[in-house]
């Protein structure tokens, strides 16, 4: 199956490892994801503010301009990304208005987009085009035992306000693909809480507070790890988990994986190949006590 | 002048007008005052005022009140209350007006100077260079003495970042069309303008 690929920036630096493991799992799925030709940043959604929501999003109609010649859907792992594409491609699709405006800007810099396209998340097309099915019979090592929060993040099931991918409120989708994997999703209410986002230099309490209950409610509900699609959740809930602990005198050690990183585990592929360096809560002692080699 | 009367003297319905001309801000009108988005928004106790109140003020054209609140600034685009909103508002969109128009007041808000360095950042290369985009913020916002000792105080951040490979020191490369997404920027601050001042009731 080829798609239209689209890493965005993060992928590129503080998500690398999610990029890393995604072309491991997508080669040994025979996913065919094809990087859209000079793609931009799509502004996440901080440049708003500065720009304007209208330039923001006809910026990020400018990759699917790109992406429209290969005519394949696009791809997004990045929680955010996906929020301004899908909802760029969406309101291109339904609002007349947006769609002359855009078309406007983006005829300026000679570019043409005619709507042609679908945008969708990576968990999507695990789901709905591989199938939970496949992922199962794919899975060499079942990770048997491994109990997991399910962190779906809130950008990730909300970006389109049509409610055909995910449930805005309790998102399974994730859960799902961690079940077929032969792990144990933990019950957890914070699947689709906020994280605090990039709030972090700006107003660092606020990740305390939110990224503090989104672990809270992973330990008190007996999670070993976390796993997330979101390059922004990975980041507030690993990163910032030791100055969490310092700041709110907890103890958390969850390590935090992306999504990729299981389904390679599950695969059997080389844990170098997943991107574990770059975790910051190690998962050695997790994957000691699951006699997983890294 | 008694209390009563400064008090009425706040309120100025041409407030409430230029609101709604703003980008998106003619979805304030639609506030029906449910509470929905003030018990589901996830930064709530750090408000000062929930979306709901705010709203209200808008509408009632308390300028000095919805100008100072730090709500917009707080907003983290969850889309939480968006979802949820019974009447449909955009409530994230509505508030990247509100800051806007603030960053175009010149606010000094963390947020504000967040944004700017953001959208200068991903305009100078066509991708974000996130080394860059920490360092500028905090000389910034800091100073470079001011700077150290939060970048000490956040060691447990930056360090780990550092050494695990997570900021990469070298920047993306330009993009070969930076300046079709200059031109697509230019154009459509343009469209906005424009279409700003037909919205304006």
Known sequence: MAYSFYPGCSMEATGKAYLVSLEAVSHALGLELKEIPDWNCCGATVSANAIGDLPQLAMTARNLALAEPAGNDIVVGCSSCYLNMAWANEKFKTDARFRSQVSEALGAAGLKYEGGLRVRHLIDVLVNDIGLDNLKARTIKPLAGMKIACYSGCQTVRAIRRRDFDNVEYPVMLSRIVEALGATPVPFPAAARCCGGSQQFTRVELIHELTGYVLETAAKNGAEAIVTPCPMCHMNTDVYQAEINRVKGTNYYLPVFFLTQLIGLAFDLKPKDLGFSFNVVSPDKLFAKHNIKN | ?201
């Not at chain 2, 308390?62 to 917009?72: F, I, Y």
């Not at chain 2, 003495?145 to 050494?163: D, E, F, H």
Request: net charge positive; with cysteine.
């Open chain 2, 1 to 201: 002048m008694s209390a009563a009367n400064e008090q009425a003297s706040r309120f100025d319905p041409g407030f409430a007008r230029e609101f709604y001309a703003l980008e998106n801000g003619e979805y304030a009108k639609l506030c029906m005052q449910c509470g929905l988005c003030a018990v589901t928004c996830a930064s709530r106790e750090f408000m000062d005022l929930p979306p709901r109140k705010l709203f209200k003020l808008v509408q009632a054209g308390d300028k000095e009140a919805v100008l100072q609140s730090q709500t917009p600034w707080l907003c983290t685009s969850c889309m939480t209350c968006t979802v949820r909103c019974p009447r449909g508002i955009p409530i994230i969109d509505v508030m990247h007006g509100l800051k806007y128009f603030l960053i175009q007041q010149g606010s000094k808000a963390p947020v504000a100077l967040m944004s700017k360095i953001f959208a200068e950042n991903m305009l100078r290369r066509g991708r974000v260079f996130e080394l860059a985009l920490t360092n500028s913020f905090f000389l910034k916002a800091y100073g470079p003495v001011g700077a150290i000792p939060i970048a000490l105080k956040m060691r447990s951040v930056g360090q780990p970042m550092l050494l695990k490979g997570r900021l990469p020191l070298k920047p993306p490369k330009k993009i070969k069309g930076l300046d079709q997404v200059h031109k697509i920027v230019k154009k459509a601050t343009e469209v906005m303008k424009r279409e700003g001042h037909q919205d304006g009731v």
